[in-house]
Structures are given as C-alpha cells and as structure tokens.
C-alpha cells in the first residue's frame, strides 16, 4: 500500500525529536510494516494506493485508561453533576449489577468503535466488575470484541479484595474476589492473552482497581511480586481527588505515591491513571522513578476533580499518556476531544497562575503544551508505557499504525499549518483512514462490516433496559 501526498506527516516523536516529517509518502508493505518515507514515491506494480491530498497523517492513538463498560451509561442524570465519590455510588455502582455478557458485549464494541472513528488502534481498557460466581468471564469478551474489529487491546485487569465504604452490605455482584482467586484469574489471563516482542496484538497489566482502597495494606507487595513474576505491568487509579490524601493520611500515615512507594508500586513498568493532587515530593518520586501516568484531562474536569500536572512531570522525567477514561464520566470515548480538551486547558492553567508584574511574570501560559507534545504523550507515549514495541510512531520499520484525517470541514478552511488541525480545530474532523498493522480498519468514518444504525437501535434499547432500574 502507498499512501500519496499527504499536506502533512507527524510522527509521534518527540517535540525536539523529529515530531514532523518531511515525507509526504509512506509505503507499507504486505508485513504490516513502514517499509519507506519520502516524498514522490512512484507506485509499485499491483501496490494499492490512497490519495491523501489535503489530509493530515498522524500515528493511531494508544489510549491507555479506559472503562468501556461505561458506553451504556453516558449521562445519567443522578451522577452528571455530581463528584467522584457521589458519582461512584451514583453511576458505576448502581448499574454494576446490569452489567451481564450482553451488555457488557454491546457497551465494548461501542466504545471501541468510537474510540477507532477518532483515530485509536491501541485500547487499554481498564475493567474491574469481576466477582466470585460471576458466571462470564469478561475478560474474554473484551479481548474478543477488539478482535473483531482488527484493533490492539490491552486488558488492564481490575477488581479488589475489599470494597469502598459505598458498597458496605453490597448484594452478589459488589462482592470482593479473594487475593488468590484474583490472581489465579490473572495468570490464566496472562497464558492465554499477553504477547511479548515487537508488535504485540494482545497485552495485560496487574491492575487493581484504586491501589489503596481496593486491597488489603499487607497485599500490595504480594500483587506487585505477583506481577512482576509474571512478567507484566501495573496499573491502578491513583490520586485522583483530594479524598485520596484524606483516605492514606487516616489509614496509612502516608501520602498516596509514599504509599506505592513503600509497597514496591513505583517503575518503569507502572502507571497510574489521573493523578491529579501531589505534593512536590511526590511529583520528585514519580519523576525519579520514571514511573508513568495516564492523564485523563475531560474526567477530572468533568468530576471537577482539578487539573493534572501533567506538563511538570514530563519535565520532570515522569512518563506521560493520554487515557479517556469511562464514557460515564466523559460522556465521550474521543481521544481527539481529550486532547483539544488538554491544549486548552493546560494554557489557561498556566496562564491562571501568571502574576502581575512588577515581581511577577506576566502574561504566560500559551506554549504550555504544543500540539507535538500532546501528539506524542498519545501515540508514543502511551505505546511505551503499555509495553507495545515497534508501535506508535511514523518510521521506517515500525507498524503501521495511523490515522489519515480529511481536511474538508469549513473549520479547516484557512488554516495556516494543516499539521495541527485535529487536535486545535477541534471537533472530529472525517477519518478517512485508519490502519492497524497496516490493515483498513475505518474508510470514510465507516468501519466494514459494521452497521452503525443498528449498533444505535442496540445502545437505545440497552438504556432503556438500564433506566427502567433507576
């Protein structure tokens, strides 16, 4: 396959790295594989070509936080403007016990289709509704959805040994597993599903549901030890409001990252999702740790949760993602929002904290992320801290994984550098390709085989279903 005259090419490198690329062209070859970057490059005999005159290439998103049992419940009304925790009793746990193979079937595949029309090959779903009895095993439905629709998947395999005080008394469904009932699943998950080595389809991490209040303080380093004899990476959710700080204070005289810290969950192979409230010690650990984070900018403004210092820990040496969390507290699986959301957002912060001179500093706050930066936190980024290699950048041998966007929206007209529109036009601008390891996945906003009028009729008549228990 060529892809032909392409306006612009960012690769996902790095900001002083190589983000843009001269090349215009890219050739892939039957492997699945960047075989040749140029400009000019001549068709070769029986090589299919797409024209992307006027199009923007980018790399296929990595999206590594996500809820995808949560497409079923977008805007219900008695969390919408509610926060974190009145949102949990409110949302996630009300309908948890709806959640059956069915409509956990439907909600992925919702999920995972908007998620691809915004340009994303790689999902790392974090999904945590295990319990003993559960009579499905969700697991396979995730991993099995994602194939169907020639995507990477990621299972991020949550759960807990106790409950939150929200679910004190919980009937069947609220139920901990057991440490060695989880675990057992786990290893059985990790035989069947986690690849190693260069383009990898299937992975899976260690991933409780929020490391602090989802175990028992004496089973987070057996989870950890755990894990990393098994060979695969850690995930939790990790200090997302200031609850957090209230919770570690009270139970372990710690603030949050001390708290991993103490209990062998801080490294290159963990990540934590949100982080939105640390202290500069913290920031310094995660930093000097090398440890990852999947910034959820649209959730924690959406559950008014505060803004992440995502900037300052990636200057800081910390590792930085893009997740888009569960539609629930999104009302979006869009990673292109997520991270128009996040271009603005993090200049009027920085701007927000300018101070007037004389003594201060003025105006500021207008390259505190760029467009490269951001293109690279989701596509390279996140394919290093889920462990995916050769994936998530535009070179010559590696996969190829991307996003061809159209141009042809009267938002684009007069754009002076078309390389940024996606992501600071903002709205979803028509996909006119997406491939994963070099295969067709969406053409024309459409993805073959797929009737999206009738996945529509499906989602209407699953909340109907589901609003019929409220």
């Known amino acids: 396959m060529l892809i032909r005259n392409a306006s612009a ?7 002083n790295d190589g983000a843009r690329s001269a090349a215009c062209d890219l050739r892939i070859g039957g492997d699945g594989l960047i075989r040749e970057m140029g400009r000019g490059l001549r068709p070769e005999p029986g090589e299919q070509v797409l024209d992307a005159t006027d199009c923007v290439v980018y790399p296929g998103w990595v999206n590594t936080h996500h809820h995808l049992f949560q497409s079923l419940l977008k805007g219900v009304p ?45 999902i790392a779903d974090h999904h945590y509704i295990y319990y003993p009895g559960i009579g499905y095993d969700p697991s396979a439905v995730l991993f099995d959805e994602a194939d169907k629709l020639g995507v990477r998947f990621m299972l991020l395999r ?28 786990i290893e059985r998950t990790v035989r069947r599903h986690h690849q190693r080595g260069p383009r990898a389809r299937t992975r899976v991490a260690m991933a409780p549901t929020t490391l602090t209040i989802s175990l028992r303080p004496d089973e987070l380093k057996p989870m950890a030890r755990a894990a990393r004899e098994l060979g695969v990476p850690m995930h939790t959710h990790m200090s997302e409001t200031v609850s957090y700080y209230e919770h570690c204070a009270e139970r372990y005289g710690r603030l949050p990252i001390e708290v991993a ?16 409230h640390l202290s500069e010690g ?20 959406r559950l008014g949760s505060g803004v992440a210092p995502a900037p300052a820990l990636a200057k800081a040496g910390a590792r930085v993602s893009i997740g888009v969390d569960g539609a629930a507290s999104n009302e979006a699986a869009d990673m292109l929002s997520e991270l128009h959301f996040a271009w603005l957002m993090h200049r009027a912060h920085a701007g927000a904290a300018a101070v007037a001179r004389p003594g201060g500093d003025g105006e500021r706050g207008a390259d505190a992320v760029t467009v490269e930066q951001l293109v ?19 070179e010559v041998g590696q996969a190829a994984d991307l996003a061809v966007y159209a ?9 002076h550098d078309p390389a940024i529109a996606p992501i600071a036009s903002g709205a979803r ?28 009729a499906q989602a209407r008549t699953a909340v109907r279903r589901l609003r019929a228990l409220s």
């Open 429 to 456: 601008p028509r996909l006119k390709w997406l491939l994963c390891d070099g295969q067709v996945r969406v053409q024309d906003d459409q993805i073959p085989g797929l009737d999206l009028d009738e996945l529509n």
């Open 261 to 276: 810290a103490e209990h062998e969950w801080l490294g290159l192979d963990v990540w934590f999702a949100h982080l939105v």
């Open 407 to 415: 141009l042809d929206d009267p938002r684009h007209f007069g754009l």
């Open 9 to 15: 090419v960012l690769t996902g490198r790095a900001a």
């Open 78 to 122: 008695a969390g919408i403007d509610a926060t974190l925790t009145p949102w949990l009793k409110a949302v996630p746990y009300a309908y948890r016990g709806a959640i059956d193979e069915d409509m956990l079937r439907l909600a992925a595949r919702i999920g995972l289709v908007e998620l691809m029309r915004s340009g994303c090959s790689t």
């Open 282 to 301: 913290e920031r310094r650990l995660l930093a000097e740790t090398r440890t990852g984070m999947a910034h959820c900018p649209q959730s924690n403004g």
């Open 376 to 394: 690279h936190w989701a596509s390279a980024g996140g394919a290093e801290i889920l462990g995916f290699e050769g994936v998530g950048t535009l």
């Open 158 to 185: 949550g759960g807990a040994t106790q409950t939150r005080d929200a679910e004190a008394n919980a009937p069947a469904h609220l139920r901990p597993e057991t440490l060695d009932g989880m675990l057992a699943d």
